[in-house]
């Protein structure tokens, strides 16, 4: 079983969403239900599965029922009909002290406005999950220091909200998500209120943080690039609808259909997909003379960084795992397939 589990979740809102619930579980859709009773499908019967320690991106448009969605995961609502589990425990069931607790120690959360108290300094900011686990001042300070730090921040500890940049706020939120050391952090359009160039950096700076906490996040978007850049899976919702689910690479050579192929369109393929996406995989071992060529790529190369290999060579390009053993080749031909934006299915 997956560390999160979601099952059949439905979420209609209005007065009276059982009948419109009967409705969507016989299949009509979100236009006609509305029609038909006046009531707004939110979520139709989605599924998901997420790993512990994965960055699971949820990704759709205004409107698709991603914001819905990750309401459901700290209960900020609840489904009209499903369930939804944290490592095996029904967060359906919990009374309001035992999701509080739930909330206070397994859950981070990371706002698309920051979420900053503005009458409260960098430090007691950051440190607020903590004193409201009843952590003493000392040891919650010095917590808090050690991520403000962590998150590029040190010297502005006793700065006010408005005294900082938005990058710099969204710093201070993700400090304050982590400082508590929660096993889920989720993040609502997190990045998406920031300038290009600083989301970019933020999207880095989570990156690098992921790579050393292995934190389970569910991170929410509506920009394709965030997503594919961030995300280890991605699920695409559409009118409250489960689309697709897959890896980054998954989406871009087999969209599901034509409302995901029309999102991938303009996507940069060098800057996702990877040499384990396109290699023809093969088993054996490298000879003394092939070892040390230029023509051996690791798993996780970027096309961008193999095509001019495959240009400057008819040799087929090896790829060779962390221990030098030979996974699988690639030839020019299918770097140039994979590059074009003809859907491999």
Do not use: C
Not at 52 to 59: A, D, L, N, S
Not at 228 to 248: N, W
């Amino acid at each position: 079983m997956s560390y999160i589990e979601i099952r059949n979740i439905f979420k209609i809102f209005g007065p009276n969403p059982q009948a419109a619930l009967e409705l969507a579980k016989s299949g009509s859709d979100k236009e006609e239900i509305l029609a038909k009773t006046g009531h707004t499908v939110g979520l139709d019967d989605v599924s998901l599965s997420i790993e512990q320690g994965e960055t699971f991106v949820i990704m759709g448009l205004s409107g698709s029922g991603k914001s819905t969605l990750i309401r459901h995961l700290n209960r900020l609502i609840d489904p009209t009909a499903g369930e939804i589990s944290f490592g095996g425990e029904n967060i359906l069931a919990m009374d309001i002290p035992t999701l509080n607790a739930f909330r206070r120690k397994r859950l981070g959360m990371v706002f698309q406005r920051f979420g900053l108290l503005p009458h409260r300094n960098v430090m007691d900011n950051v440190a607020y999950g903590l004193e409201i686990q009843g952590t003493d001042r000392k040891t919650r300070e010095d917590i808090a220091r050690k991520w403000i730090e962590r998150v590029g921040l040190a010297g502005y500890e006793n700065k006010f909200p408005d005294q900082l940049s938005g990058g710099m706020q969204q710093r201070v939120g993700l400090a304050r998500a982590l400082a508590t050391d929660p096993e889920v952090l989720l993040m609502d359009e997190a990045f998406s209120a920031l300038d290009p160039l600083i989301r970019s950096d933020m999207q880095e700076e989570l990156m690098k943080l992921q790579a050393e906490l292995h934190k389970t996040i569910v991170f929410i978007t509506h920009d394709l690039d965030e997503a594919l850049r961030i995300g280890d899976r991605i699920a695409i919702l559409k009118d409250g609808k489960l689309v697709q689910v897959g890896r980054p690479e998954e989406i871009i050579l087999n969209p599901a259909d034509d409302y995901v192929q029309a999102f991938t369109r303009d996507v940069n393929r060098g800057k996702v997909l990877r040499a384990k996406s396109i290699m023809e995989p093969t088993t054996g071992t490298i000879s003394g003379d092939q070892a040390d060529t230029s023509q051996v790529v690791r798993p996780d190369t970027v096309l961008d960084d193999i095509l001019p290999m495959a240009l400057a060579s008819d040799q087929a390009i090896r790829v060779l795992d962390r221990n030098d053993k030979l996974i699988g080749t690639i030839k020019r031909q299918q770097v140039i397939t994979a590059l074009s934006h003809s859907p491999a299915n």
